[in-house]
């Protein structure tokens, strides 16, 4: 088992800044991919970033690209996510997720999950 807490959301205005962090333990953190996404009012959950087990690769979804950086550490078992030139948009409730299996890229069927937190972008 796998235990997964985020925190660092919250308000902000259009065009600031908010990090997220990804508090993982359970299990040999180093091994396995990490992953962003958000789920907005109304909307489907969507992918936001990953990062694999070393921290050497990362992608991002075209809607995020250029503006959030996701990170990792580690030795503090902890994932990040720079969020920077925030929009309305952006507003939705953010979940990590690690995956099933070690070193493999996608983070899907079996993935472990926490419970998310809450960004609200105000325009």
């Known amino acids: 088992q796998v235990q997964l807490v985020e925190s660092g959301g919250g308000l902000v205005q259009a065009g600031g800044s908010l990090r997220l962090s990804c508090a993982a333990s359970?299990?040999?953190?180093?091994?396995?991919?990490v992953a962003w996404f958000r789920q907005g009012p109304g909307k489907e959950r969507e992918f936001i970033a990953r990062?694999?087990?070393?921290?050497?690769?990362?992608y991002n979804a075209d809607s995020v690209k250029g503006r959030f950086t996701i990170s990792r550490d580690n030795a503090k078992n902890m994932v990040h996510l720079q969020m920077n030139s925030l929009k309305p948009e952006d507003t939705a409730v953010y979940y990590c997720a690690v995956a099933a299996k070690p070193y493999t890229f996608v983070v899907g069927e079996g993935a472990y999950w926490g419970q998310g937190t809450q960004v609200t972008v105000s325009s």
């Open positions: 359970g299990r040999t953190f180093s091994m396995y991919t």
């Open positions: 990062i694999n087990w070393s921290g050497g690769t990362t």
